[in-house]
């Protein structure tokens, strides 16, 4: 039984913790709440929170995004597009 109660407290981080674990500031997650960018985040009572899967799935996500992480985004890998020519 004690393990079930370590899974449930470790399972979601307030705001700072999870700043934390992101490791960015706050400040900055903070932002990206109110902007409603970045990680997905709940309200618990009064408190913000993220579930640590949830934030594991997003840099997931910001990973595969970037070009630099995700070889089929390289632009670089692209085969170059002709030109179009235009009647004169």
Excluded: C
């Excluded at 674990?21 to 900055?28: A, H, K, M, Q, V």
């Excluded at 949830?54 to 085969?79: I, Y």
């Amino acid at each position: 039984m004690p393990q079930a109660s370590q899974a449930s407290e470790t399972a979601f981080l307030n705001l700072p913790k999870a700043a934390e674990y992101l490791g960015i500031s706050p400040n900055t997650l903070y932002v990206w709440r109110h902007r409603r960018q970045g990680p997905p985040s709940f309200r618990m009572g009064r408190r913000v929170m993220y579930r640590i899967t949830a934030l594991d799935a997003w840099v997931r996500a910001q990973e595969q995004a970037d070009s630099r992480s995700n070889p089929a985004l390289n632009p670089l890998a692209q085969k170059p597009q002709r030109r179009s020519t235009v009647a004169r």
